[in-house]
């Protein structure tokens, strides 16, 4: 087998890509500071993919599920036209409180709508239609999470899910806790849905790219 990544290539591809903002370089840095579980932040590589996913689908209305400090979600807030909302969810009241006080910072923050609870409770009240939606939340709800949001985007609408390669577990079938095993059943169920055109990119810890037919 060819094996085409080096370490470091990672560093490089962010090196290559956009600058990101001070306001986002200084959430990170205080995520990492303040927050335990840090490494939940998706990060600077992701995070400009997320904002170009925006820009070059042309997204008006984005769905998030799982915002945690809100990275992702003022990443892709920022790439949104004039008028364009990010709708996104959490738990985590702490995480809430951190977030919105980086949005209240940011010109792009007027464009988040942040809701406080369990986002299968949440997603029965949102109607959508949706342009782009990224699942980042609790892996064994994936399944259901997807379930939920198709039925609320119009044809050409794009999913992105997160950690679907879930640091290569997805690999090893030693490996059976409850997250990794929800993590390949949704991959393999995803795989075979005839309702969306699919590809999982490489990109961190592996994003499945979904456009419904
Ligand atoms: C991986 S983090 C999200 C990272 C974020 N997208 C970013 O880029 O920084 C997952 C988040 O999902 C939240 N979460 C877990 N279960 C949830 C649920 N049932 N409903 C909504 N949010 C949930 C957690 O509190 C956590 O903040």
Redesign the pocket.
């Known amino acids: 087998m060819l094996t085409l990544m080096k370490p470091g290539i990672d560093e490089y591809a962010q090196s290559k890509s956009e600058p990101t903002s001070a306001l986002l370089n200084s959430l990170e840095r205080e ?1 990492h500071s303040k927050m335990a579980h840090w490494q ?3 990060g600077r590589l992701e ?1 400009r993919f997320l904002k170009m996913m925006v820009q070059i689908s042309g997204a008006k209305n984005v769905l ?10 003022l990443s892709m807030a920022e790439g949104l036209p004039v008028g364009g909302t990010v709708t996104t ?4 009241a702490d ?1 809430i409180k951190f977030a919105k006080e980086f949005f209240a910072r940011s010109e792009h923050g007027h464009k988040i709508t942040v809701m406080e ?4 409770d949440l997603l029965k009240k949102l109607e959508g239609p949706f342009d782009l939606v ?1 699942i ?3 892996k064994p ?1 994936y399944l259901n999470y997807y379930e939920a949001i198709l039925p609320k985007l119009k044809s050409g609408a794009v999913i992105l899910v ?2 679907v390669l879930w640091s290569g577990h997805v690999l090893d079938d030693q490996i059976t806790d409850e997250n990794t095993k929800a993590i390949v059943a949704f991959n393999d169920f995803v795989a075979r849905d005839e309702r969306v055109d699919r590809v999982l990119l490489t990109i961190r810890d592996g994003v499945f790219m979904l456009r419904k037919r």
């Open positions: 995520t939940m932040l998706t995070g998030e599920i799982g915002m945690f400090t809100g990275y992702s979600a969810c959490d738990i985590d995480c609870g369990p986002a299968l990224f980042d939340a609790d709800n997160d950690n």
